[in-house]
């Protein structure tokens, strides 16, 4: 029987759960095999996070390459300012804290971003992929690793007081790109300047999101497909069908725009959407020896772990991952910020690949 599966302090823990319907012991075990990436773990993928890691999720897969700072705590589930002071990224405070509230479950961090180059490696392995992304380029190239190798992923948009909620199933329901053809113009500018989101949306979007998706999973509805509208200022949801386009270069055609291309052996430097920041990106990861960028520049030091250390260079601040990626913050100037990049590893003796 299912039941012997699981054992007495285990039945104790979930057993409000297993009294739901449709749920039961049987859907309990199915939801403890579940694997799951969550892509992006901001507002939105840290609430997901959390719910997943509370119903018992197996294991779940936390991918972001940035850190916790001061304006992520009103907005986000698993962090706090302690989190700020230490310059966490965001996938490890994430992981960190859903393993606390959850120790049944596996909550791998991955600091990262999804790029094409790599999103099929990073997507690889699970049953279901989470937006909790904040722009549509992200989305897209999730949306054709989703094509290509036939996952389902819901997708989260959230501005102010508003959200929109689908799930998507390749080959059966309409794709991101039926819904969204190209991104739109204003991602060409610095939108984020005027954007925000109110934290109870992030919370009814996320729930959202996690009930289609566990249901979805479960076999227990059909989901796919449909768009659900939030509206925070008459607390409404509306739902619409979207159809699948017949011509869709994506899911029809498999013309992709972003996955399946050579990567281009370059340093991408560009400004962080919406902040005073730079992110520098090596054409190769580097794997820096942090311990020694931190002794040679200690007096510098502002924080450090195992995972990023936390430089200031007179009015900048630039943190440093492992991998060799950067944030210079304190300036959208990309020589500027690349140029003090290069300094700060030339003095540590740090060779770089591929020189612009």
Not at 51 to 67: E, K, Q
Not at 162 to 187: D, H, Q, T
Not at 196 to 205: E, K, L, T
């Amino acid at each position: 029987m299912a039941v012997d599966l699981l054992d007495s302090k285990l039945l104790e823990k979930y057993s409000r759960l297993i009294l739901v319907k449709d749920i039961g012991v049987n859907g309990l075990l199915k939801i403890k095999k579940l694997r799951v990436a969550v892509v992006g773990c901001g507002a939105t993928g840290s609430h997901v996070v959390d719910m997943l890691a509370r119903i018992g999720v197996g294991y779940i897969r936390v991918i972001d390459s940035d850190f916790v700072d001061v304006s992520n705590v009103y907005r986000m589930s698993l962090v706090n300012e302690d989190d700020v002071k230490k310059a966490l990224p965001k996938a490890v405070a994430c992981a960190e804290r859903a393993q606390e509230v959850n120790s049944d479950v596996r909550v791998e961090p991955v600091i990262d971003r999804v790029e094409p180059e790599n999103v099929l490696d990073l997507l690889s392995g699970v049953d279901l992929v989470f937006d909790g992304t904040d722009n549509i380029t992200t989305r897209l190239i999730i949306n054709e690793a989703s094509v290509e190798k036939g996952f389902p992923w819901v997708f989260i948009g959230i501005e102010g007081w508003y959200a929109n909620v689908m799930l998507i199933e390749p080959g059966k329901s309409a794709c991101f790109s039926c819904l969204i053809p190209r991104p739109p113009l204003r991602e060409q500018v610095n939108v984020c300047d005027i954007l925000g989101v109110f934290p109870s949306v992030v919370s009814i979007a996320s729930s959202i999101a996690v009930n289609i998706a566990i249901r979805h999973l479960l076999g227990l509805g059909d989901y796919a497909g449909k768009l659900y509208v939030v509206n925070g200022t008459d607390v409404s949801i509306e739902t619409l069908d979207i159809v699948r386009r017949k011509d869709c270069p994506i899911c029809v055609k498999h013309q992709y725009n972003y996955i399946m291309k050579p990567r281009e052996r370059k340093w991408h430097v560009r400004v962080v959407c919406g902040t005073n920041a730079v992110e520098i990106v090596p054409p190769e990861d580097i794997s820096l020896d942090l311990s020694q960028i931190a002794k040679v520049h200690k007096d510098k030091v502002e924080a450090q772990n195992p995972y990023l250390v936390k430089l200031k260079e007179s009015s900048l601040k630039i943190v440093l991952l492992r991998n060799g990626k950067a944030i210079v913050d304190g300036t959208t100037d990309t020589s500027t910020a690349f140029k003090v990049y290069r300094e700060v590893l030339s003095r540590a003796g740090i060779r770089m690949p591929y020189i612009m």
